[in-house]
């Protein structure tokens, strides 16, 4: 069975600039949360999807957005990117919300 | 209130021996918690996890202790091995508010764990 797959794995972006990461959770997984791990932060939780609903979210400014799609999928935006927001965006599944939550090797986001 | 704290921040273990890493919640909503292994270049993997209906949890070297009163938990590691060298993670949360299940896990800031052979 398919782990929680993240596309991209490494991604180099400019200031100002926009960003959309990827997520497909393990198969028949139907939500999805997204975190954000700093050195100097740790994990923060960002959202929470399910049945393509936002149903939580972290305390992040609004350039952070996402959406989950009918097929599970998720996306996440960042837009006027900042040399902050340079980190590793991790991707959760699970069954449904509170179930067990894996992860996926996370996508290394750059910031220059 | 939602904060979890989790100490050592690091911690030396020989071959053989048993880790221990400590959690502390202050947040009497949380219901779950779960430890999670991550090594370097990969996403954090669910090792273990507890719900406060029993106070210890096993599987195989890795125990969960579960002090509801004292709203403390802790990870031990027993016959420690080198390539159990990795960060340490402990989270929770509330999954059940109000009729609905949430899956937001709150996280320590994670044990660095290095196992000398």
């Known amino acids: 069975k398919a782990g929680v797959t993240q596309t991209p794995r490494y991604l180099i972006k400019t200031r100002g600039q926009q960003v959309t990461l990827s997520c497909s959770p393990i198969?028949?997984?139907?939500?999805v949360s997204w975190y954000q791990q700093t050195p100097g932060q740790g994990l923060q939780f960002l959202f929470e999807y399910f049945s393509e609903t936002q149903r939580n979210k972290g305390n992040f400014p609004g350039r952070f957005s996402g959406r989950q799609f009918s097929n599970s999928r998720s996306e996440m935006n960042v837009s006027t990117l900042e040399l902050g927001d340079s980190a590793l965006y991790l991707c959760a599944s699970s069954l449904v919300p509170g179930a067990e939550a894996f992860f996926g090797q996370g996508t290394r986001l750059t910031v220059v | 209130q939602q904060q979890v704290k989790q100490s050592p921040q690091s911690l030396i273990v020989q071959k053989g021996g048993i880790s221990i890493i400590n959690c502390a919640y202050e947040n009497t909503a949380f219901d779950y918690f779960p430890w999670y292994q991550q090594f370097p270049g990969k996403g954090p993997a669910l090792l273990i996890a507890?719900?406060?209906?029993?106070s210890e949890k096993k599987e195989g070297r890795f125990t969960i202790s579960f002090n509801k009163s004292a709203k403390q938990f802790s990870l031990h590691i027993m016959d420690s091995q080198p390539g159990d060298s990795a960060t340490y993670f402990c989270?929770?949360?509330?999954?059940?508010?109000?009729?609905?299940?949430?899956?937001?896990?709150?996280f320590g800031q994670g044990t660095i764990l290095t196992v000398h052979p």
């Open positions: 989270a929770a949360s509330s999954s059940n508010a109000g009729g609905t299940s949430y899956g937001k896990l709150t």
């Open positions: 507890i719900r406060p209906d029993v």
């Open positions: 198969s028949g997984h139907r939500s």
